[in-house]
C-alpha cells in the first residue's frame, strides 16, 4: 500500500503526463491540457466556476470561490481538441464559437474540489474530460491524501553549504526537500546567524521571468535585490537576514498558467482577473512551509520585509512570531503600474 502523501506525487506526475487519474474512486479524470489520446471523447467535463461564467453556466454568486467545479455536459461528445479550447479562456478569441452546454448536477463535489486542486498544484488548466472512452488506466488519489501531501513535516534540510553572493561574501546557503513534493526551496542565510537578534526576512516566490530575464511587468527582480542588499547592510551593521526562495512561480499557479494569465492581461485583464478567468486561485502560496524552512534553521522571531499584510498573518498563524513588518517598496515602470496598482486596490497590499 502506498502512503497518502506518495498518492499525491504519483497523481500529480500522472497529470503532468497526460494520464488520467481516479479521485476517490467517483470517476475517472482526463486532464484536458495534456491528454493524449486522439481518440478519446467525453460525454461531460470539471471545469471551473469561473470559467462557467465566461461560458453562461454559472452566476458571478457562485463563482464566488472561482476554482469550484462545474459539470458540464455538451450536445455533441468532447474530443481533446474541443476541450483544450473549451479549458483555455486565453485562446477564447482563437476559438469564440462554444456550445450549446449544459451544466449538471455534481454529486462528487469533494472529489471534485480535489481534483481541480491537483490540476493547480500540477501546474496545468483545471479542466478534465469525466469518464473518457477508452478510459485508460487511471492512477488513484483521495481527497483526503492532499492533507498529507501538505503536511511540512517532511520538510528537510537536505544540503547546506557557503556560498558567497554579490550583495554579501558571508552568506549560507540551505536546500530544502521533502519525501513526496518534487519542489526544491532554498534559504539564504546572510552575515553570522544569533539567537539575540531577530533576522531580517523575506520571503520571495520564485519569478522565472523576474528574477532572471529581467521582466518589467512585475518587480520580484527588483525586489530580490534590494532584499539581498538590505540583509547585507544588516550583516555589516552587526545583524544578519534569511531570504527564502520558495518554489512557488506565479503565486503558487505554476509557470505556464503565468505566462497565459499574462496573454489574458495583454487582452486588457488585469492580474486578479487574469488568474480568475483562468480558475485559479489568484493567492495560492503555501505559506507554511516558510514557516517550516525559519523552524528549521532555528529562527522562531523575525522582522519580515514585506508590504503584504497576509504574509504577515500567514507566518503568524503558523507559529512564527513576527516583531515587525519592514516596508519593502520599489519605484514602478510604464510596464508594471498597472500589476501595483491591482496589489493595493484589490489584493490588500501596503504601498504608497
Known amino acids: 500500500m502506498t502512503s497518502p502523501g506518495r498518492r499525491v506525487a504519483l497523481v500529480l506526475d500522472a497529470l503532468r503526463h497526460g494520464w488520467p487519474i481516479s479521485v476517490d474512486g467517483a470517476f475517472t479524470l482526463l486532464p484536458a491540457e495534456t491528454g493524449f489520446v486522439a481518440a478519446v471523447q467525453s460525454r461531460t467535463m470539471l471545469i471551473s466556476a469561473a470559467r462557467a461564467v465566461t461560458l453562461k453556466l ?19 461528445p468532447f474530443d481533446l481538441p474541443a476541450a483544450r479550447s473549451l479549458a483555455d479562456p486565453a485562446l477564447d478569441l482563437v476559438h469564440p464559437l462554444k456550445g450549446p452546454f449544459v451544466a449538471e448536477q455534481l454529486d462528487q463535489r469533494a472529489a471534485a474540489e480535489a481534483a481541480m486542486e491537483l490540476a493547480r498544484l500540477a501546474g496545468i488548466l483545471p479542466a478534465f474530460l469525466v469518464d473518457p472512452q477508452p478510459p485508460g488506466e487511471a492512477q488513484a488519489v483521495g481527497a483526503a491524501d492532499l492533507t498529507a501531501w501538505k ?64 521582466s518589467l511587468k512585475c518587480d520580484c527582480g527588483p525586489q530580490l535585490d534590494a532584499a539581498l542588499e538590505a540583509m547585507a547592510d544588516e550583516a555589516r551593521c552587526g545583524g544578519w537576514g534569511v531570504l527564502l526562495y520558495l518554489r512557488q512561480e506565479g503565486r503558487g499557479i505554476g509557470l505556464i498558467n503565468k505566462l497565459r494569465a499574462y496573454q489574458l492581461q495583454d487582452q486588457g485583464f488585469d492580474t486578479v482577473d487574469a488568474n480568475t478567468r483562468l ?59 498597472g500589476y501595483l496598482a491591482t496589489k493595493r486596490d484589490r489584493s490588500g497590499h501596503l504601498l504608497k
Request: charged share 20%.
Open 151 to 214: 503536511d511540512t513535516a517532511s520538510l528537510r534540510i537536505a544540503a547546506r553549504a557557503r556560498l558567497p553572493v554579490a550583495a554579501c561574501d558571508d552568506t549560507e546557503i540551505a536546500a530544502f526537500r521533502s519525501a513526496d513534493d518534487l519542489r526544491e526551496h532554498v534559504a539564504l542565510v546572510i552575515g553570522a546567524q544569533s539567537g539575540d537578534r531577530a533576522p531580517l526576512v523575506r520571503l520571495h516566490s520564485e519569478c522565472l521571468t523576474g528574477d532572471i530575464l529581467g
Open 279 to 337: 480558475g485559479l486561485p489568484s493567492e495560492a502560496r503555501d505559506f507554511p512551509v516558510a514557516a517550516r524552512m525559519l523552524q528549521l534553521l532555528g529562527v522562531g522571531s523575525v522582522r519580515l520585509m514585506t508590504n503584504n499584510p497576509a504574509k504577515v498573518e500567514a507566518l503568524r498563524a503558523a507559529g512564527v512570531t513576527v516583531t515587525q513588518r519592514v516596508p519593502h517598496q520599489l519605484p514602478s515602470n510604464p510596464h508594471n503600474a
Open 58 to 76: 454559472a452566476n458571478q454568486r457562485e463563482a464566488a470561490v472561482p476554482e469550484a467545479p462545474v459539470l458540464i455536459r455538451g450536445a455533441e
